[in-house]
């Protein structure tokens, strides 16, 4: 019998890996090279990582097991899987995956494991590689503490390496690119081996049901503006306001009481979504690849008062749910949208009654040219650790991880679980890969330790104008923003 069930097994890979080849949508028009980039990829003649074996190495990789914070589940099942078949589709693809890197490289994966949160991730890891202990090749934790690390010295520089291909999909350049400062240097490694930077990229969800309710038809129209690019903050706004309803009659609007077009917990960390997927070039680099604080400009000044429109009384959102009931509370039609979630609360959501659909937070204006999500500063990238001697070998064992996760895992969790099990229409389908291919701006969310000053003048709550407010943090922001770019620039040399 278990012979017949791993034979079966097999047979389900192989269909999975005809059907879905090594292909993930482009994202429509939003990145039109995506398609493209893929067949490449699929014609690829030769595989360059066959000819390496490293006798039986043993790759030592620190993975946290943290539950991160929005209720997620941590994607160490991702990571490290059970180490056994269980049937379970995307537990099955992460040991294929991982009997296949080892098997193709000859080495041998030994995983730790580090429990710790957000506030205290990032003394840990310091404490292990002060000590001067060669223990790990591979760290797997909280972007926002690690990108803090890598201007102490802690990582080795990801530039120095030949067995990145950086041109692939399954690479996340462009975040990559956004988390460097200059040319020379490079410590935070994403791209599909690491998902658990895709299942905390933000996104909205709509009640589809109550769209459709209210404006039958409604649903068709509104993908259809997303996928022409033509989602914006104006859009978002009309439709928030569309659905404020005094269910009660009290003349008043409260929480569980009435029904309202957005919900979320929050006037700050809900709105940070919004700030990145307005692209207000709040840092731009220069030639040099140095960033220079540039976000006093009109298009900052036009997300404040839409931030402020978005959180005025009768605008059609709430931000006063408590976290722990925001979603029981979308589920209970409290509100049409639901923001401060992940791409990975879309599994959470599969026992919802009411249809559900997933949105990609809006753009600024018809004037910018592609939407924009970030993951959230917790989600886990990777670094490699300056005490390791295995610099070289854990490189192409990257590579690997990052090919095969493309070609066996993701088909199996995002086309599978995200787009069949868990989404419920083509459009949410398209949305999804619109939101994995157009990952940015995440530099200033990184920064949000060492530099806390840029997002918060975008908290309505607290700054009324934006001008002023930034008048005020200007000179404290470029002080410490030339100091983060001296310690990088000197950082793994």
């Known amino acids: 019998m278990k012979k017949i069930n791993i034979v079966l097994l097999l047979l389900v890979f192989l269909t999975l890996g005809c059907s879905q080849e090594t292909k993930l949508s482009s994202g429509g028009a939003n990145n039109g090279d995506g398609q493209k980039d893929r067949e490449e990829e699929a014609a690829a003649p030769e595989d360059k990582l066959a000819g390496y074996d490293f ?30 078949i269980n049937g379970e589709i995307v537990n099955d693809s992460v040991y294929k995956r991982n009997m296949d890197v080892e098997n193709l490289l000859n080495i041998k994966f030994n995983y730790s494991h580090i429990d710790e949160d957000w506030q205290t991730v990032q003394k840990a890891v310091a404490k292990l590689l002060l000590s001067g202990s060669d223990d790990y090749d591979l760290i797997i934790n909280d972007l926002r503490s690690m990108f803090s690390l890598s201007l102490e010295n802690m990582f080795l520089n990801a530039n120095k390496t030949d067995a990145f291909d950086l041109s692939r999909t399954y690479w996340y350049a462009d975040l990559m690119d956004d988390l460097t400062i200059g040319k020379n240097n490079s410590f935070i490694l994403a791209g599909d081996y690491f998902i658990d930077i895709l299942r905390n990229c933000h996104a909205l969800y709509l009640n589809k049901s109550m769209l459709e309710t209210q404006t039958p038809g409604g649903s068709d ?131 919802m009654e009411d249809e559900v659909s997933i949105l990609p937070y809006p753009k600024l204006s018809l004037e910018q040219e592609k939407y924009r999500t970030n993951p959230n500063n917790v989600a886990e990238i990777g670094v490699i650790p300056a005490t390791t001697p295995n610099f070289e070998t854990v490189c192409v064992v990257i590579e690997a991880l990052n090919r095969e996760t493309k070609n066996t895992v993701l088909p199996a969790y995002y086309e599978q679980s995200l787009k069949i099990k ?22 200033v969310v990184a920064l949000e330790e060492i530099i806390p000053e840029i997002l918060p003048l975008f908290n309505v709550s607290n700054n009324k104008n934006f001008t002023s407010a930034y008048e005020k943090a200007e000179a404290k922001i470029v002080s410490k923003l030339d100091k983060v770019i001296e310690m990088f620039m000197e950082a793994g040399s």
């Open 221 to 351: 129209e509104l993908y259809k503006k997303v996928l022409d690019g033509k989602w914006t903050f104006d859009e978002f706004l009309a439709l928030t306001k569309a659905f404020l309803k005094d269910v009660n009659g009290d003349g008043a609007y409260k929480d569980g009481d009435d029904q309202f077009g957005f919900i979320c917990v929050g006037t700050w960390g809900s709105a940070m979504p919004f700030m990145i997927s307005a692209d207000t070039d709040l840092l731009t680099k220069g030639a040099d690849g140095v960033p220079a604080l540039t976000m006093n400009n009109p298009k900052s000044v036009q997300l404040h008062e839409y931030l402020t429109q978005l959180f005025a009384k009768g605008s059609g959102a709430s931000s006063t749910f408590a976290g722990g009931e925001l979603i029981s509370q979308f589920e209970k039609r409290k509100g049409l949208m639901v923001g401060y979630q992940r791409l990975a609360t879309l599994e959470q959501l599969r026992g």
């Open 55 to 84: 006798g039986g190495k043993e790759i030592r990789i620190l993975t946290s097991i943290n539950e991160s914070e929005n209720w997620l589940t941590n994607s160490n099942y991702m990571i490290e899987g059970t180490g056994a």
């Open 422 to 443: 868990y989404a419920r229409d083509d459009a949410s389908a398209q949305i999804i890969d619109i939101i994995h291919d157009n990952m940015g701006n995440v530099l």
